[in-house]
């Protein structure tokens, strides 16, 4: 089956710096790749996703690239803000919403943002 | 609109009690998930409904475990004979198209 692996567990960086996620892949058959953020107490929310007919997605301060050659993605936030702080999840599925088999997730990252 | 809801948000019970979770997931989405989520861990998959249909079982951790759904909404996970490594947060979403919208959890903790 899938494994989803993500660095770094822990990623501090100071409030308007760009903070970097990256996970790597090992079912080549995966081709939907969303990242969730998750706030303490909250369940995650989706705040992108990419498919593996694009390279990059934008969505103002957040981006996602994918290298599907090398199975990795990653996620930038660029201007960081001190609300960015939470865990955030990459995850993978051969299937766009991840189908019958559900998401696999990554470990997670806890982001923090220093003022 | 509401999303989906879970019930209790707080469980605390001893080995060997069973448990019930219960999950409402947003109006009109027929796809629910549930995961569990260990302290310090990702999310792991335990079962998918899709309408009505019969779940595919095999992702459960154990046979302590079960769910249903019915009518095609509300939709409860079941341990039986809690072990003390059931502990953790038990999540559930719907899904809408290729979006899942997760609840807020239920955390297990099992004395």
């Known amino acids: 089956g899938e494994n989803v692996e993500q660095h770094p567990s822990t990623l501090s960086v100071q409030e308007g710096d760009s903070a970097v996620i990256k996970c790597t892949y090992s079912?080549?058959?995966?081709?939907?790749f969303p990242w969730y953020k998750q706030e303490l107490g909250k369940g995650p929310q989706l705040i992108i996703d990419?498919?593996?007919?694009?390279g990059e997605k934008k969505d103002q301060r957040i981006a996602v690239t994918l290298n599907k050659t090398a199975k990795h993605f990653s996620l930038h936030i660029t201007e960081t803000q001190p609300e960015d702080s939470a865990v955030y999840f990459c995850?993978?599925?051969?299937?766009?919403?991840?189908?019958?088999?559900?998401?696999?997730f990554g470990k997670g990252t806890h982001l923090i943002i220093q003022p | 609109g509401a999303g989906v809801s879970q019930s209790p948000s707080n469980k605390v019970t001893e080995k060997g009690k069973d448990v019930e979770l219960r999950c409402d997931p947003i109006?009109?989405?027929?796809?629910l998930y549930w995961y569990r989520q260990s302290l310090g861990q990702g999310l792991e998959f335990l079962i998918y409904?899709?309408?009505?249909?019969?779940?595919?079982k095999s992702g459960l951790p154990s046979d302590r475990f079960s769910a249903e759904r019915t009518g095609g909404s509300v939709s409860t996970l079941t341990i039986q004979r809690t072990q003390q490594e059931d502990s953790a947060v038990y999540l559930c979403?719907?899904?809408?198209?290729?979006?899942?919208?997760f609840g807020p959890g239920t955390r297990l903790t099992v004395l």
């Open positions: 979403a719907s899904r809408q198209e290729d979006t899942q919208y």
């Open positions: 409904f899709q309408g009505n249909s019969a779940p595919d």
């Open positions: 995850a993978a599925s051969p299937y766009s919403g991840g189908g019958a088999d559900g998401l696999t």
């Open positions: 990419i498919r593996s007919n694009v």
């Open positions: 109006s009109g989405h027929t796809a």
């Open positions: 079912d080549s058959a995966s081709n939907y």
